[in-house]
C-alpha cells in the first residue's frame, strides 16, 4: 500500500485518492459511459509539481493521464488505478501590456480566455463549447466559429511549456525544440509530454456579429442541408456554419455559427438562411461576440453516455451522403443520437506555419453520435453508430478529427496525423519511450477498442 503523502512531500498542490469524500466529484467523465477510478488525482501548481509525478510514475511504474477541461470523448484525462494531473489550477489568463499576445494555463476553459479578450476586441480561434479545455482543444487542432475566417486554435500558438516524462522542463516555439513544437499544434494530446502553459497571438474582433440558431423540421432536411453546403461554397470565409440534425425541439436540422465581419452583411447571409424554409426555432441577430461564443451553452447536458464516431469529408455533401445520413438517422434506437456536421475550409487551408494538424484540404467533419441514458439503449446505439459510419464510409477520406478521438483507432497515428503520423509516432517512443503518458496514441483499452 503506497503513502501518497510521503510519496509526494514535495508537492505543493491538492492532492486525492479514493479515501477522500470528494474524490469521486474528480472523477466525473464528460462521456458518462466511462466509469474510472484513478490511485491518486493530484492538481499541480508549477512545472516543478508536474515533473514531480511524472518522475515517481516513471520510478513507480504507474501511467499519468492529463485532464485539462474534460471533455475527453474516450474520458482520456481519467484512468484506472493510475495518477491524473488535472491542470485546473493552472488556468492563469494574462494579455500582453499590448494586447497582442496572451499567456494561458493548461488548465485554463474557453469561456475563461474570452473573459479576459474580448473586453479589448480580441480573441483567439476557440471551439464552439464554452467550457472545452484550451489545452486539449489547442493540442488537437481547433475548429470553431473564427476558423474559416482566421485559422485553427493551434494556429495561433506560439509557444509552450511542456514538462518531459523524464521530469524535464522545455520552452517549445519556432527558435527552440521547433520539431517538438510544430507536432504540439494538432498531435500533442498526451504523446510527448505534459503542456503547462500556452502562448498565443491574437486576432481582432468586431463589437458586435450576427449570428446563432435555425431550425426546421426534420422533413426539411436534404434541402436544408443541400443548400447549407452549396451557400458554404459560394459564401466568403468570414461566414462560418455548423450543422446538426438531432432532437433539440423534436426531430430537427440545425445550422447555427456566425459572421465574423459587418453584422448587417451577416444578416443578409442569415435571411438567406432563413429563406430555405419554414422554420421552427430561430435566434440570429446581432450578438457581441461573447455571447455568440456561447449561444449553445444551453444544450450542454450532464454525462450523457455515448459512442462518438468520426469521419473527414473532402468534398461537397451530395445528395446520396445527405440521403444516407437521414436514412440511416431514421433508425436511430434513442432520440439522443445525432449526426453533426462542421466546416472547415477557408482560412484552415492557408496556414502560416507549419504543424500536425493534417485535414486541411477537407471540407466537414462529420460525427455520428450513438447516444443514451439508460444503460438497456446501450447495444443499440453502440450498433447504430457503427454501422452509420460504415454506410457512409465510401463518401469520406479515412481519417479522423483527433479531437474526436476514436478508441478503435488509437494503433494508427495516420488515421489522425495523416503523412505526419510516423513522425508523430516517433516523436512519442523518443520523448515516452516508457509510455507513461495516456494520450492519444496509447488510451486505456476500453470496450469500444
Not at 510544430?182 to 486576432?203: I, R
Not at 448587417?264 to 447571409?269: D, L, N, T
Not at 454525462?303 to 451530395?318: A, H, M, R, V, Y
Not at 523518443?430 to 486505456?444: A, F, R, V, W, Y
Request: net charge negative.
Amino acid at each position: 500500500m503506497i503513502n501518497w503523502e510521503t510519496s509526494f512531500v514535495s508537492f505543493s498542490g491538492r492532492m486525492y485518492t479514493p479515501n477522500d469524500e470528494s474524490f469521486s466529484s474528480f472523477c466525473k467523465a464528460f462521456n458518462g459511459n466511462f466509469k474510472k477510478r484513478p490511485a491518486c488525482i493530484l492538481f499541480p501548481k508549477s512545472e516543478n509539481d508536474v515533473a514531480s509525478v511524472l518522475l515517481f510514475a516513471k520510478n513507480n511504474n504507474f501511467k499519468v493521464s492529463v485532464h485539462n477541461g474534460g471533455h475527453s470523448t474516450i474520458a482520456s484525462g481519467l484512468n484506472n488505478n493510475h495518477l491524473v494531473l488535472n491542470m485546473r489550477d493552472m488556468a492563469g489568463v494574462s494579455m500582453s501590456e499590448d494586447q497582442n499576445t496572451i499567456v494561458v494555463g493548461a488548465g485554463a476553459l474557453a469561456h475563461e480566455i474570452d473573459d479576459v479578450t474580448t473586453k479589448f476586441g480580441k480573441a483567439i480561434p476557440l471551439g464552439d463549447c464554452p467550457v472545452v479545455g484550451i489545452s486539449g482543444l489547442t493540442l488537437g487542432g481547433g475548429i470553431g466559429f473564427l476558423s474559416r475566417s482566421v485559422g485553427l486554435t493551434c494556429d495561433y500558438l506560439i509557444g509552450a511549456k511542456v514538462v518531459t516524462p523524464t521530469g524535464e522542463i522545455l520552452t517549445c516555439n519556432k527558435n527552440s525544440n521547433n520539431e517538438l513544437f510544430t507536432l504540439l499544434k494538432g498531435a500533442g494530446q498526451g504523446n510527448f509530454g505534459v503542456v503547462t502553459e500556452l502562448t498565443f497571438t491574437m486576432v481582432d474582433i468586431p463589437t458586435t456579429v450576427y449570428g446563432g440558431n435555425i431550425c426546421w423540421h426534420l422533413d426539411d432536411a436534404k434541402e436544408i442541408l443541400s443548400n447549407y453546403d452549396q451557400l458554404l461554397k459560394e459564401a466568403p470565409n468570414e461566414l462560418n456554419l455548423y450543422a446538426r440534425v438531432n432532437e433539440e425541439m423534436g426531430p430537427m436540422v440545425k445550422v447555427y455559427g456566425m459572421y465574423n465581419g459587418d453584422p448587417s452583411i451577416g444578416k443578409q447571409y442569415f435571411d438567406t438562411i432563413r429563406s430555405w424554409g419554414e422554420t421552427i426555432f430561430d435566434n440570429a441577430k446581432e450578438y457581441s461576440y461573447q455571447t455568440i461564443q456561447k449561444i449553445n451553452e444551453t444544450t450542454i447536458v450532464d454525462s450523457p453516455c455515448f459512442l462518438w464516431k468520426n469521419g473527414l469529408i473532402d468534398e461537397t455533401l451530395s445528395s446520396e451522403l445527405i440521403q444516407t445520413l437521414l436514412s440511416a438517422y431514421s433508425n436511430r434506437p434513442t432520440p439522443y443520437c445525432r449526426l453533426n456536421i462542421d466546416t472547415i475550409g477557408g482560412a484552415v487551408q492557408k496556414p502560416k506555419e507549419l504543424s500536425a494538424f493534417a485535414h486541411r484540404n477537407s471540407t466537414y467533419v462529420l460525427s455520428v453520435m450513438g447516444v443514451w441514458f439508460d444503460v438497456k439503449d446501450k447495444n443499440e446505439c453502440i450498433r447504430w453508430a457503427k454501422e452509420t459510419m460504415t454506410e457512409i464510409e465510401p463518401y469520406l477520406n479515412g481519417k479522423i478529427y483527433v479531437n474526436y478521438a476514436d478508441p478503435e483507432c488509437a494503433n494508427n497515428p495516420e488515421k489522425y496525423y495523416g503523412s505526419t503520423g510516423k513522425r508523430v509516432l516517433e516523436m512519442k517512443q523518443q520523448m515516452d519511450s516508457k509510455g507513461i503518458l495516456i494520450g492519444t496514441l496509447n488510451p486505456e483499452r476500453s470496450e469500444f477498442s
